[in-house]
């Protein structure tokens, strides 16, 4: 299974599969006029999303 890691206003969405590894990185076009700074903390955003998605995954397959 794959969770989907996304930043406020969805400016940067993530893939990341049920074992913790990033499949991929999207960063929208609106995304140009951040700083560098502020695009380097919506993907952290979205990193940080993606890994408690797959946190709560691995524990709903524990309860099983």
Known sequence: EE??????????KVICNGNGE???VKINKK????????LADK?????IDAVNK??????KRLMR
């Open 31 to 38: 995304a140009e006029n951040l700083t560098l700074d502020d």
């Open 22 to 24: 990033f499949k991929s």
């Open 54 to 59: 797959q946190k709560a995954l691995v524990q």
């Open 43 to 47: 993907v952290l955003s979205a990193i």
């Open 3 to 12: 969770v989907e890691g996304i930043a406020k206003n969805s400016l940067v």
